[in-house]
């Protein structure tokens, strides 16, 4: 079964800059639509950012727009969230989640099968 591995979080100041990798050590993510998703102490979980099998659709949350972006390097078997002028409210775990069935993206919970673990992302002076 797919399992997903989050890396790359941790400490930063406002202002500065993450990137998350998303990867499945023995498996290949080629076909599959990778999204990310992250929930905050006492709130929901959220999408975040999402790409497409084919890495030519992405759709991503309006809070994020103009500071992240997504990519994936089918190569290296990974995807990246590229986060940039973080904010306190992007505090949160950050979980990526695979799916096989879409062929484009969507950023809902239920269209997507396999998830990860989770990597802590932090936000503060």
């Known amino acids: 079964q797919l399992q997903l591995v989050e890396s790359g979080g941790g400490l930063v100041q406002p202002g500065g800059s993450l990137r998350l990798s998303c990867a499945a050590p023995?498996?290949?993510?080629?076909?599959?639509?990778i999204a990310w998703f992250r929930q905050a102490p006492g709130k929901e979980r959220e999408g975040v950012f999402c790409?497409?099998?084919?890495?030519?659709?992405?759709n991503y949350a309006d809070s994020v727009k103009g500071r992240f972006t997504i990519s994936r390097d089918n190569a290296k078997n990974t995807v990246y969230l590229q986060m940039n002028r973080l904010v306190g409210e992007d505090s949160a775990i950050y979980y990526c989640?695979?799916?096989?069935?879409?062929?484009?993206?969507?950023?809902?919970?239920?269209?997507?099968?396999?998830w990860g673990q989770g990597t802590q992302v932090t936000v503060s002076s």
């Open positions: 023995g498996f290949t993510l080629d076909y599959y639509a």
């Open positions: 989640a695979a799916d096989r069935r879409q062929f484009a993206c969507v950023l809902s919970e239920s269209e997507y099968d396999y």
């Open positions: 790409i497409s099998w084919r890495g030519g659709l992405t």
